[in-house]
């Protein structure tokens, strides 16, 4: 029952971790691969599941603050493999009975197979999915363990007056085994999973097209840039109207920069892509790059800004501006679905004759 709890815990965070490792996620796969498919987002996402599902387990239940502070147990046992001389000296337990083993049922005695079960998952992941040698599993198991260990020590990173759960040198032991040994039997695995050097390819493959996503994900990078220094700029300088400086910095990025490095933003750069013109020389004239940061930059992902200076030119109701702009914003996102559906180009790059042209290599690493 208490694994059932478990579980339900990780449902009902997961979409929040989901939504924190999506960007990272989104980043280092576009980078290195240039596209992302389905099977890669169901393994990578299953094995952040995973990692949730066993801290879950680790940390939980939680006890109140009042229960934690008349608890009088040791902190920590640095006393290795404690529990085999109990086995062999309770004087229950003979190796040449087999009705004894029935004995070994005791949650004390179980303990250690359910930690060594428990990071036999962690251990194939690596060895499969992120290719790790051997000393690499085990280095890496024994920091996930390690992880756990302290995170009791800590008593649940000092949110507690005092440790609630034993940090256990054994447990270190376990959780390390399960790692080596699920590096061990990954290949019995083999026949039922797709082949990880496949998946690659088709990745490698994908990624020579530019998809929609992809370029979301280039535009949410330069725009965390211009963010962090217009709040630094506010910081320091102590600016206001920050709104106006905010467009003078989308526009220097997605003109200025794009036109005089050769059709790059710097989320263009990080994820290897680049826009170009359909012309001989692919060379992009200055004022396609203008027309385009009008329309998409300042009219529609920044509305908010054009619309209630057009209402103020013009005395119109500001009210009115914001619900012409979210009804914009609310369309063009729909589009940008569609376009993201049947792998199409938006139509900004259309009306432009531009295009984006993947400078990813197979070879390529980060």
């Given at each position: 029952?208490?694994?059932?709890?478990?579980?339900?815990y990780?449902v009902?965070?997961?979409?929040?971790?989901?939504?924190?490792?999506?960007?990272?996620f989104?980043f280092?796969?576009?980078?290195?691969?240039?596209?992302?498919?389905?099977l890669?987002?169901?393994?990578?996402?299953s094995?952040?599941?995973?990692?949730l599902?066993?801290?879950?387990?680790?940390?939980?239940?939680?006890?109140?603050?009042g229960?934690?502070?008349n608890?009088?147990?040791?902190?920590?046992?640095?006393?290795?493999?404690?529990?085999?001389?109990?086995i062999?000296?309770?004087?229950?337990?003979?190796?040449?009975?087999?009705?004894?083993?029935?004995?070994?049922?005791?949650?004390?005695?179980?303990?250690?197979?359910?930690n060594?079960?428990m990071?036999?998952?962690?251990?194939?992941?690596?060895?499969?999915?992120?290719?790790?040698?051997?000393?690499?599993?085990?280095?890496?198991?024994?920091l996930?363990?390690?992880?756990?260990?302290?995170?009791?020590?800590?008593?649940?990173?000092?949110?507690?007056p005092?440790?609630?759960?034993?940090c256990?040198?054994?447990?270190?032991?376990n959780?390390?085994?399960?790692?080596?040994?699920?590096?061990?039997?990954?290949?019995?695995?083999?026949?039922?999973?797709?082949?990880?050097?496949?998946?690659?390819?088709?990745?490698?493959s994908?990624?020579?097209?530019?998809?929609?996503?992809?370029?979301?994900?280039?535009?949410?990078?330069?725009?965390f840039?211009?963010?962090?220094?217009?709040?630094?700029?506010?910081?320091?300088?102590?600016?206001?109207?920050?709104?106006?400086?905010?467009?003078?910095?989308?526009?220097?990025?997605?003109v200025?920069?794009?036109?005089?490095?050769?059709?790059?933003?710097?989320?263009?750069?990080?994820?290897?892509?680049?826009?170009?013109?359909?012309?001989?020389?692919?060379?992009?004239?200055?004022?396609?790059?203008?027309?385009?940061?009008i329309?998409?930059?300042?009219?529609?992902?920044?509305?908010?800004?054009?619309?209630?200076?057009?209402?103020?030119?013009?005395?119109?109701?500001?009210?009115?501006?914001?619900?012409?702009?979210?009804?914009?914003l609310?369309?063009?996102?729909?589009?940008?679905?569609?376009?993201?559906?049947?792998?199409?180009?938006?139509f900004?790059?259309?009306?432009l004759?531009?295009?984006?042209?993947?400078?990813?290599g197979?070879?390529?690493?980060?």
């Open positions: 029952m208490e694994y059932i709890k478990v579980i339900k990780a009902l965070c997961f979409p929040i971790v989901c939504l924190l490792l999506s960007l990272p989104l280092h796969h576009y980078r290195k691969y240039g596209s992302i498919t389905f890669r987002f169901l393994l990578v996402f094995f952040f599941f995973y990692l599902c066993v801290y879950f387990l680790v940390v939980t239940p939680l006890p109140t603050r229960e934690v502070l608890y009088k147990g040791a902190y920590y046992n640095l006393k290795p493999f404690f529990v085999v001389p109990e062999f000296m309770s004087g229950e337990f003979n190796a040449l009975k087999p009705e004894s083993y029935l004995f070994l049922l005791n949650q004390k005695y179980l303990e250690p197979l359910f060594i079960l990071t036999i998952p962690f251990g194939i992941y690596l060895r499969y999915y992120f290719k790790c040698s051997f000393f690499k599993t085990l280095f890496y198991s024994f996930l363990s390690l992880f756990f260990e302290l995170t009791q020590l800590s008593g649940l990173y000092f949110l507690y005092r440790p609630y759960r034993l256990d040198v054994n447990d270190l032991i959780n390390t085994t399960g790692g080596v040994l699920g590096f061990l039997i990954t290949p019995l695995f083999a026949l039922i999973l797709p082949d990880r050097d496949k998946i690659d390819d088709k990745s490698y994908r990624g020579r097209n530019v998809s929609v996503l992809r370029k979301g994900v280039s535009v949410i990078i330069d725009y840039f211009i963010t962090l220094v217009c709040a630094c700029c506010v910081l320091l300088f102590h600016l206001k109207n920050i709104e106006y400086l905010y467009i003078i910095l989308s526009l220097f990025t997605f200025f920069i794009s036109k005089y490095s050769s059709g790059y933003t710097f989320g263009k750069w990080l994820l290897k892509y680049r826009v170009i013109s359909d012309s001989m020389d692919g060379s992009i004239p200055f004022y396609k790059y203008f027309i385009k940061w329309l998409l930059h300042f009219v529609i992902l920044n509305g908010w800004f054009a619309f209630g200076f057009i209402c103020e030119f013009f005395r119109v109701e500001y009210l009115f501006g914001l619900i012409v702009y979210f009804v914009l609310g369309l063009f996102l729909l589009y940008c679905l569609f376009c993201l559906i049947l792998n199409r180009d938006i900004i790059n259309k009306i004759v531009i295009s984006s042209e993947s400078v990813i197979i070879d390529d690493e980060i």
